[in-house]
C-alpha cells in the first residue's frame, strides 16, 4: 500500500487561520482605540467652549440685591471701590426719605464675566463697534475695578441724575441713565457724560 500523503494545505490551514483571527483582533482593537480618542477629543472640547454661567462669585446679582449693608457678602456689592459704596450708601439713605430704594443691576464684576457681557452684546447687535457702546472690555470697563455701578429703578436713577453731584456720583455715558461712577468731590459739577461706552474720555 502506498504510504499516504497529507496535503500541505491543511497543515498550513490552521497557521493561516491564526493569522486572520489576528489581523482580525488587531483592525478591532485599532477600531476601538479610535473611536476612544474620538470620544475623548470631542469631550475635550465641549468642556473647552461650554459656554459661560455667572455666577454670584462673578458679580452675578440675585434679584432684590440693594447697596445696603445686608448685602456685602455679594461679591458685586462687597468688592466695589469704598469710596463709590459709600457714597452710594448715603445717597440711597437719603432717597430713603422719597420713598425710593437703590436696587443694584450690576456692581463689580470679574474679567471673565465682564468678557461674557462683551460677546454676547456681539451676538446680540451683530457688531462689535455696536456692542462696544454698552459694553466695554475686560480691560476698559470700569465694573472690573469695582468703579461703576448700576441702579436697576428708573425713580432712583431720576433721583440721582438730580441729586448725584451731591455725593461726588456722577452719570458717565448719556445712553446709560443707569451707570454711575464717583467722579467728583461731594458737591462738584459733574464733567460732560460722553456718548456711550466706545466714547473716550479723559481722566
Not at 35 to 42: H, L, M, R, Y
Not at 84 to 100: F, I, K, V
Request: charged fraction near 15%; include cysteine; glycine fraction near 6%.
Amino acid at each position: 500500500m502506498a504510504p499516504m500523503q497529507i496535503s500541505t494545505n491543511l497543515v498550513a490551514a490552521p497557521s493561516r487561520v491564526r493569522q486572520t483571527t489576528f489581523v482580525a483582533l488587531a483592525v478591532c482593537l485599532a477600531a476601538i482605540v479610535a473611536a476612544c480618542v474620538i470620544v475623548v477629543a470631542g469631550l475635550t472640547t465641549s468642556f473647552a467652549t461650554a459656554p459661560f454661567s455667572p455666577r454670584v462669585q462673578d458679580g452675578h446679582i440675585p434679584e432684590g440685591a440693594t447697596v445696603s449693608l445686608d448685602d456685602d457678602h455679594l461679591p458685586a456689592i462687597g468688592k466695589l471701590d469704598p469710596a463709590l459704596l459709600s457714597a452710594m450708601r448715603e445717597a440711597a439713605t437719603d432717597a430713603a426719605g422719597s420713598g425710593l430704594d437703590f436696587p443694584v443691576a450690576s456692581g463689580w464684576r470679574s474679567a471673565q464675566y465682564q468678557d461674557w457681557m462683551l460677546r454676547i452684546a456681539v451676538e446680540t447687535y451683530g457688531s462689535e463697534d455696536v456692542a462696544r457702546q454698552f459694553v466695554a472690555t475686560p480691560e476698559e470697563s470700569s465694573h472690573v475695578t469695582g468703579k461703576a455701578v448700576d441702579i436697576g429703578s428708573v425713580d432712583a436713577q431720576s433721583w440721582l441724575s438730580q441729586h448725584g453731584a451731591d455725593y461726588g456720583l456722577c452719570q458717565v455715558y448719556a445712553n446709560e441713565p443707569w451707570h454711575y461712577e464717583r467722579l467728583i468731590d461731594p458737591g462738584d459739577v459733574c464733567p460732560q457724560m460722553v456718548p456711550d461706552a466706545s466714547s473716550a474720555r479723559e481722566g
